[in-house]
Structures are given as C-alpha cells and as structure tokens.
C-alpha cells in the first residue's frame, strides 16, 4: 500500500510516497519560505498521487505529517494541527493540518511532531526497533525532543519541550545564553547557534578544539541525565547537525555516567554505547516516521 508523507521543516519540506515497509519510492524537496509560496507546492504533489485516473495500488491511501513545532497535537483541540508560536513569524498559528485536509479531500491524515515522528521512524525501523520506552534528542539549530512511553508518542498538555530545560552553568562558563526565553537553557546552551554565538564561529569550524566539545558534551549530558531519570527511557538517539561532531558520543557517554554516579543501575546504563546512540536511518528517520504516521492513520 502507498502513502504520503510530510516532514515539514524550517527550511525545508520533504514530501515523499512510500509504502508501509518504510521504503520511500519517490521524494522532493521543497524550500520553506511563507505558507502561501509553499503550501501550493506540497499540495500539487500529493495531489498529482491522489489523482482519480490512476489505478488504486498507485494512489496514496493515507497522509502522515512530521511537523516541526511547537504544534498543537491534542485531537480534542479546536486548533488540532496548528503550527502554534514558532518564532517563524510567517508560519505562527499556521493550520498546517487543516490545509492538507481541505486540499486533499478525504484521506486519513496522522500529524505529529518532527521529533515524534523521528523517532517513530527509529522505533519502527532503526535503533529504538522494538522498545517501548524512547527519546529522540535532535541538536541542530534548536533543540527537540520526541518520546514514547509505554509504545505511545508522548503528548500530553502539549508535547514535550525538553529542549528548553534550565540548565546549571558549567563553573567557569558565563556565556549569557542563546534563548530569548530562558537565557541558559539546553537550548540556549548547546544548540548550533549556541555554539556559533559563544565561541564566534560556526560548529563545524570548530571540530579541531577539544574545549569546545568538552563543554557541550557537558550540556548535553546534564540534559539527557533529567531526561533518562524522568522518563526512564530504554534508548536515547542523538541526531541533528552539531552531533555530526562524533566526537561528542563518547564524552556525552562518560559525563551522563558521571552525573548519574552510580545512583541507579540498569543493563542500559552498563551498555552505554547502545543506550546513548546515533540514529540508524541515515537521516530518513524524520521522512520514515512520516510515513509511520500515515500508515497508522
Ligand atoms: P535544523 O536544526 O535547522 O533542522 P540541523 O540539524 O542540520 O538543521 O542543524 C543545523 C545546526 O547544526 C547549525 O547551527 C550548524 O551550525 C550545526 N551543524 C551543522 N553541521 C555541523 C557539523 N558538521 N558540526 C557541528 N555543527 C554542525
Ligand atoms: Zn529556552
């Protein structure tokens, strides 16, 4: 069976047919500027898969939309599928939901967040395969988090913004903070841009300085050491643009075990290597749980 998936993003919007196997048989790329420029754009390709002259096995049976966020995924919400106060001026209060849904007629539409639907695409087909219990920690321009709980994408009054954890500051460390809501925040800490501001120049041209990646790793750890110790997850995945610095997998491993100090003890936390990971879809993840999301629509 196909179907269509949307992982909509800041920059860009992947629009994809696959089939319930997580295989994607075709995809396009489509740059995000305003709703108006790009929504018509993702409407004629998946129109074009639902057109009336093609036979049954070539048209998209359902619709699934990894969306990026803060989004409004209450079911029971008169907002349902809105993009809600992203800082992406254009896109606040957008009906991302509700647009597809009027555009495209009557097809079964399953809509998430990007970092949900990320690691839904790892649970259904990478390195949280099998587990009920995951968080998918994307560190890139912001910072996310999707989790499952009990086999569920955790929602609940919203959905949750681990991104934005106060943090403590590492002695020694006064950078002020990126975030204009928090300051000091993970996100504020450890994002790309967070990096960029504090050292003044961009990640990746900072691969060759070791105090750079100590520090982050800091960060990042006293993120996942609340996290694992609040949701008590079976696997975290690490993925977004700043851990391409592979470096940081082994110091973020050494400083979460440091800050737990021995206070719990799980087969994970002894098996640290597989318990703090990177994702296995080589990116696809975002657009393979997309497609989750349509096939279970
Ligand atoms: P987005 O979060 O916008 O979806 P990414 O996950 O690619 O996109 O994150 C972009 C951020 O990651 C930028 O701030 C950039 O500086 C940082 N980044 C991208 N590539 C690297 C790299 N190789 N090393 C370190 N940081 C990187
Ligand atoms: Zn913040």
Redesign the pocket.
Known sequence: MLYGALEA???KMICAVGNENGRILDQSVISTSTPDETMPAIIEYFKARLDPSLPDDEKIQALGIACFGPVDVRKDSKTYGNILNTPKIAWRNFPMLKTLKDALGDIPVGFDTDVNGSLLGEATWGAAKGLSDAVYI?????IGMGAISAGHPVHGMLHPEAGHLIMSRVPGDDYKGHCPSHGACFEGMA???A??DRWGK???E??DKPEVWELEAKYIAQALTDILLTLSPQKIIL????M??SQLFSLVRKYVLEYVNDYIDTKQLRNINNFISPAALNGNQGIMGALKLAATA
Do not use: H, M
């Open positions: 993003g800041g920059t994307t560190i890139g321009t912001g994002s790309g841009p990096i960029e961009p990640a990746k900072l691969a993925g977004g643009g700043v391409e610095q």
